[in-house]
């Protein structure tokens, strides 16, 4: 399974990075908002340091305006994935960005048939939005087995990106489900390596040692 970070925080990244724990990343509109920067420069700046796929989200909502702005981010660097909402629009301007060889990862997906369109439209990733399912009572998990069943029924390749991730449980069920690719944010990553008694027995091991006088280097 690859890890996406889902920020545009470039010193976040740059920790995750020295970690090994970043495949990719995503940001979005709110993200940019949240860096305070410029969308261009920051973007860049990310796509020098992680060489997998940096998705940056057009914000037009009509298709001839989504391909002029695609174009535009696409020019950033190779391994940029050009993010496009789930609408009409921006299913016809997925397949036409995939058809000129660019990444594209379909955001804000809510059910099966649209994972089901963007698909067909050629997108190389498909974001279905888990948590923001899960705020509203419905189960995002669901979808994720859902979207993994129809794409393994026809063989599609567009991979399963996990997105809108809240917790660390949530990794590990989309891992179980088969989603190919998780995007959470800095803190959520990171919390993966936490377990209590990992505390507890490092600070038995470190105290014992003390004790004994043991000294390898
Ligand atoms: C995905 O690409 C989105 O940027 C993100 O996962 C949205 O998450 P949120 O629901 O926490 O804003």
């Known amino acids: 399974m690859k890890f996406f970070v889902d920020t545009a925080d470039i010193d976040a990244i740059r920790e995750l990075h020295e970690l090994n724990m970043v495949d990719g990343v995503t940001t979005n509109p709110s993200l940019i908002m949240k860096s305070g920067r410029d969308i261009f420069e920051v973007t860049r700046e990310i796509?020098?340091?992680v060489s997998g796929p940096v998705s940056a989200e057009v914000v037009a909502t009509e298709y001839e305006q989504m391909l002029a702005e695609g174009r535009k981010l696409a020019e950033i660097a190779d391994n940029i994935a050009i993010k496009v909402p789930l609408t009409l629009d921006g299913l016809r301007?997925?397949?036409?960005?995939?058809?000129?060889g660019h990444m594209v990862n379909v955001t804000l997906c809510f059910s099966a048939n649209q994972a089901l369109l963007a698909a067909k439209a050629g997108a190389t990733f498909i974001s279905p939005f888990i948590g923001r399912m899960d705020d509203i009572n419905l189960d995002g998990l669901d979808l994720i087995a859902d979207i993994r069943r129809i794409y393994d029924n026809y063989g599609y390749e567009t991979q399963v990106l996990a997105a809108s991730i809240r917790t660390p449980n949530h990794i590990s069920d989309c891992a179980k489900i088969g989603a190919d690719v998780i995007t959470a944010p800095p803190a959520v990553l990171k919390g993966l390596a936490n377990h209590p008694l990992t505390d507890k027995g490092l600070a038995a091991f470190v105290a014992d040692a003390e004790k004994a006088g043991i000294k390898i280097v």
């Open 47 to 49: 796509c020098e340091m």
């Open 93 to 100: 301007a997925c397949k036409t960005f995939s058809d000129e």
